[in-house]
């Protein structure tokens, strides 16, 4: 049956579903299929997020599609429902939307310890004679057979559903060949010869024809479920981080909120807000909603919001936004949004909307298994028939075809993926480069285009000193000194960046008498005698000291570079003019030389208007264009941004910091993330930087190709080792020992191979 497309007029309802039992990108395939067959729906499957989002017409219900997913060999349940805002609804979530420790995770590791516990001695005594004691094959038994039994129950399992849904996976693979390698060796030890005291397994690289029932194959049984549980492990471990970034948006807003009622303050959960409630906001706290000021004036910072650094002021009849933070006076809003309509719980969703559109990448080695396992099994089926039907015995018919089944078990392919990929991050953390797993490395190979956002990424995201403008016969220090005296006293952080400057230049700053601040505008006061103020140049003007000449060019100019100035007058006269700005990180121009290397065309983002933005862009090497420089964007735009670069065929990596960076991340092909930015930013991106140095993206795109690099290599190499041997065991002319080394020295060649990467240097460094 094929799916139909709804009709004019039907109910389409969207219902997500949490799916359980997948082990590989294959099985979301397989129910996303399943889900598309029914009439009228459109279903998309994650295999990271464990989720499904699915379109269905008014006619199926949750239910049906849940009893579809059942059918198909999985688990489906409806999520309970977010609750922003709630004080506990981020650690009751934690343990299944994304907690590191998990029960899944936990019990993995659980089994990945006690089988390796358990494989060491077996593998050991099997490769190395001299451990070969009286009944050594009996002890082998008792420890692998638990291995085999508890610790391989999970591909067994997989292996089962995928046999009755007509499917084969790596699941397929490991349990056929290490079921059939336990199975054969029972047999030996109880039926055959390999039983009886004083058994070895001579150290001797001949070929010759066995009738193997004097052969054990348990350090196959051992070795192999151990490796392919740790490779499991280490990407179940990645995976489990999926729905951080939407834990860290919630938690970003304010927890409680101060509300007037008949003029008294009462202090209620946030959660508790009501559309029309007032509510207090004072300096240094959280505006806990978005509203509308009602009363008093004050600096905002939406920097963890809009990622943009100066501050908003706001007055009376403003509009402010939840999550941000009042930096100036007292403020009473009135709220206007709550709950899931606020701008914060919106980009949760657009996090979420971004994560689960984002394709499952195949893992490389499932992609390779989809033609490698049926082969295997019927070159395994084809030499039992073939020794049968030439008389050779039903002993040794079953050797060979035994012999087929293990000699192609992938014991290097549970190598292959992890080693690469724990040695090229441990590489990448000791550089500050931390790659969240194995499906990020694709992406890097693809990327033509990496967006790059500016403030925090390219520039340092904080307002600085950048210059001083004196009248004529003005010092320099002087009107630094009295300016940043008076702006000590303030909280705003301009003021903040004057003040900085002025005592890290002059030193110890004076005292101030008589401060006052004018909203909106500026500071006055006495410092050492003088009348002191400082603020917009509209505040001069006010006190009839309007900049003039050289000041009121310097003040037009900088403006129109989008640099906030800052007047400074005293004893009745305008004497200065203080530029500050938010600067440009001395490695952004190498950066952005270095992505061009690559491959990459790099185009800077920003809400900043295009003055400010071609300011920036020229500075680091990108030439300003409308395709290079895209300006004046809306927080909740950077992601249609990204979407447009995509619908226009290229490969986008993403570079930001901010809170309203993390939908575009997540949508982005590659996400990297400032680790100096916000914690949302972070769990969103496929990448994070740790340290603030824009190279350091350059150095993990490199890293990341490199790590691709070396996985494949790894994986060329194991499936050559075995699929050389395959003729061999197919003819009944391996022995245990051929099998073990093949075995040994392809997991010796994946290690190697991937110990290279520690060689790896980074331009950041």
Request: hydrophobic share 50%; proline share 4%; aromatic share 4%.
């Amino acid at each position: 049956m094929t799916a139909t497309l709804p009709q004019p007029g039907d109910e389409v309802r969207e219902i997500e579903l949490a799916i359980g039992g997948m082990t590989c990108a294959s099985c979301a395939n397989r129910v996303e299929r399943k889900l598309n067959r029914l009439d009228g729906v459109t279903a998309t499957v994650n295999y990271a997020t464990e989720k499904a989002r699915v379109s269905a017409p008014a006619g199926i219900g949750p239910d049906e599609l849940v009893a579809t997913v059942e059918s198909t060999g999985y688990t489906a349940t409806l999520p309970a429902p977010e609750r922003a805002g709630d004080d506990g609804s981020a650690d009751d979530r934690s343990a299944d939307d994304g907690g590191e420790d998990t029960a899944e995770l936990r019990a993995l590791r659980q089994r990945l310890v006690v089988s390796a516990l358990l494989a060491l001695p077996v593998v050991a005594m099997a490769m190395v004679p001299a451990l070969q004691f009286t009944n050594w094959q009996w002890l082998s038994l008792v420890l692998a057979a638990p291995v085999w039994a508890w610790a391989g129950a999970p591909f067994h399992r997989a292996a089962w559903t995928n046999l009755r849904h007509g499917a084969a996976t790596m699941d397929t693979l490991i349990s056929l060949g290490t079921t059939a390698a336990m199975a054969w060796s029972v047999y030996a030890l109880f039926l055959g010869t390999a039983g009886i005291p004083g058994m070895t397994h001579p150290f001797e690289l001949t070929v010759s024809p066995s009738d193997g029932a004097g052969n054990i194959y348990l350090e196959v049984v051992a070795g192999v479920i151990t490796f392919i549980l740790a490779g499991r492990y280490f990407e179940t471990r990645s995976k489990r981080r999926a729905g951080a970034a939407l834990r860290a948006l919630l938690e970003l807003g304010a927890k409680d909120v101060v509300v007037l009622r008949d003029g008294v303050e009462t202090q209620i959960p946030a959660s508790a807000l009501a559309v029309g409630d007032r509510f207090v906001v004072r300096p240094g706290e959280k505006i806990a909603t978005d509203g509308t000021v009602v009363e008093g004036r004050s600096a905002v910072d939406a920097s963890m919001l809009t990622g943009e650094s100066v501050p908003v002021e706001v007055a009376v009849g403003d509009t402010v936004v939840g999550a941000t933070v009042n930096t100036g006076g007292r403020l009473v809003v009135r709220a206007t949004r709550v709950g899931s309509d606020t701008q914060l719980a919106q980009m949760a969703k657009l996090v979420e909307d971004a994560q689960n559109g984002k394709a499952a990448v195949q893992r490389l080695a499932d992609r390779i298994s989809g033609v490698f396992v049926p082969v295997v099994i019927v070159v395994a089926t084809v030499t039992l028939g073939f020794w049968l039907g030439a008389g050779a015995g039903v002993t040794a018919a079953f050797t060979a075809a035994v012999a087929v089944l293990i000699i192609a078990c992938p014991c290097a392919l549970g190598l292959a993926t992890p080693t690469a990929l724990l040695v090229g991050t441990g590489r990448g953390a000791q550089m500050g480069i931390l790659i969240k797993g194995p499906e990020v490395l694709e992406s890097t190979r693809k990327v033509d285009t990496v967006v790059l956002d500016k403030t925090g990424t390219v520039t340092t995201g904080t307002m600085t000193l950048a210059g001083v403008r004196t009248a004529d016969g003005v010092d320099e220090a002087t009107a630094l000194r009295l300016a940043g005296a008076l702006e000590n006293a303030s909280e705003h952080p301009i003021a903040a960046a004057v003040a900085g400057a002025a005592a890290e230049r002059t030193g110890p700053l004076p005292g101030v008498d008589d401060f006052t601040n004018h909203e909106g505008l500026g500071v006055s006061g006495v410092v050492d005698g003088h009348a002191v103020l400082v603020g917009r140049p509209r505040l001069l003007e006010q006190w009839s000291v309007p900049l003039t000449g050289a000041l009121a060019d310097t003040a037009a100019a900088e403006a129109a570079r989008g640099r906030t100035t800052v007047a400074v007058a005293w004893d009745g006269e305008a004497r200065a003019v203080l530029v500050v700005a938010d600067t440009v990180k001395d490695t952004s121009a190498e950066a952005v030389a270095e992505f061009r290397r690559l491959g990459l065309t790099p185009v800077l983002l920003t809400g900043d208007n295009r003055a400010v933005a071609e300011t920036v862009a020229a500075e680091v090497g990108i030439e300003p264009g409308p395709g290079t420089v895209i300006a004046d964007v809306m927080p909740e735009e950077k992601l249609a941004v990204i979407e447009r670069l995509q619908g226009e065929g290229r490969v986008v990596a993403m570079v930001g910091d901010g809170v309203n960076d993390a939908a575009a991340l997540a949508r982005a092909d590659l996400g990297l993330a400032m680790g100096t930015g916000t914690d949302v930013a972070i769990q969103a991106s496929d990448i994070t930087l740790v340290r603030g140095d824009l190279r350091a993206a350059a150095d993990a795109v490199r890293l990341a190709r490199r790590t691709l690099g070396t996985i494949r290599g790894n994986l060329f190499w194991a499936f050559a080792y075995n699929t050389a041997a395959i003729p061999l065991a197919a003819l009944g002319l391996l022995n245990p020992m051929i099998a073990g080394a093949a075995m040994a020295v392809s997991s010796a060649s994946v290690v190697a191979n991937s110990l290279r990467l520690r060689t790896f240097r980074g331009h950041a460094a």
